[in-house]
């Protein structure tokens, strides 16, 4: 008799747990989402985060907040998510430097990339360029090499810190076009940009959406752009390949993520809505005036891209010689 009693009470106890955890996930959200950003305001992936959880807001019922998180190259805020509680309430949206560049540089993190965190989606992909200031004497991606090479270590660049991808960018490029190049960290992208702008170094790889609004404002002088073929919106500017080293190329991808332990039900609600939110026309243009692609994808997709970054980088790399230092 007491085992049967004991046995109902037990089934009711797990019908209880069952019925409280299909609730909570069907009230989801029931609160504000914090979206931290580990990078400068006004950064590429600042931008896209903006304007994507805006439109996510509209249709998840529920407040979406961007909070900058910037320092250490991204660690200091990614380091943050990874620490937050896996309910869906506090997300990360990350660049493919702190998901697959700083593990291959740093393997003291706080924090690893598979193991504490769970993809929701790729967001967009973030189109680079090679700016100088205004007026600069620079003309192109060749006389900038020949300039380089004329005078070994004089030539500086600017970058969001140690790792953060102005950083490999121009390490590539140094490395393809046999440059010495001198490499002066800032504290974030935008900065880096800033001090470009105001001659404090000469050049800088930058995402477009960071450096779009100092171009028009006719601060920043655009060289090339690094995508394989001309972008329709620049369409007068020449790639980095075509106007002084053939073959170069880079780009960076934006994508949102969750706290390891965040319930499969929840990820999933929210790739679809940032899925949806990719698809409207408004969000389509305002990305792509800046400079950044719209792509989307499911959490596998997401994942097999973040592996298969994390080993190309690794090749990269060691081929390169480049270092966090």
Not at 35 to 45: K, Q, Y
Not at 125 to 148: G, H, M, R, Y
Request: contains cysteine; charged residues 15%; hydrophobic residues 45%.
């Amino acid at each position: 008799m007491q085992r049967r009693h004991w046995l109902q009470a037990a089934l009711l106890s797990t019908l209880s747990s069952t019925k409280l955890f299909a609730w909570a996930q069907g009230a989801y959200p029931a609160k504000p989402i914090k979206l931290i950003v580990p990078l400068a305001a006004g950064s590429a992936v600042d931008n896209a985060a903006r304007i994507v959880t805006l439109k996510m807001a509209s249709t998840l019922g529920a407040s979406m907040a961007v909070e900058n998180i910037a320092g250490a190259s991204g660690q200091i805020g990614t380091d943050r998510v990874a620490k937050s509680a896996p309910d869906g309430y506090t997300l990360g949206g990350f660049n493919d430097s702190i998901m697959t560049m700083l593990p291959n540089l740093n393997n003291k993190l706080p924090w690893d990339i598979v193991r504490d965190f769970e993809p929701v989606s790729l967001v967009a992909t973030v189109e680079w360029c090679l700016v100088v200031a205004a007026d600069s004497p620079i003309k192109n991606v060749a006389e900038f090499i020949q300039q380089a090479r004329q005078a070994p270590g004089k030539i500086n660049y600017g970058s969001g810190g140690n790792g953060s991808p102005q950083h490999i960018a121009m390490a590539l490029f140094a490395s393809q076009a046999n440059l010495q190049l001198t490499h002066v960290p800032y504290k974030g992208a935008t900065q880096a940009a800033v001090g470009v702008a105001g001659k404090e170094v000469d050049a800088a790889f930058q995402g477009i959406a960071t450096v779009s609004g100092l171009i028009k404002a006719g601060k920043l002088k655009l060289l090339a752009v690094c995508t394989p073929k001309r972008l329709p919106q620049f369409a007068d500017i020449p790639t980095v390949s075509e106007s002084g080293l053939a073959g170069f190329e880079f780009n960076s991808w934006f994508a949102m993520m969750a706290p390891a332990g965040t319930p499969k039900a929840i990820t999933q609600r929210l790739q679809q809505e940032v899925v949806k939110a990719l698809a409207d026309a408004q969000v389509k243009e305002q990305l792509s005036g800046l400079g950044l692609s719209p792509r989307g994808s499911t959490p596998e997709e997401l994942a097999t891209a973040l592996s298969a970054q994390l080993a190309r980088y690794d090749r990269l790399f060691k081929q390169a010689g480049i270092t966090a230092d």
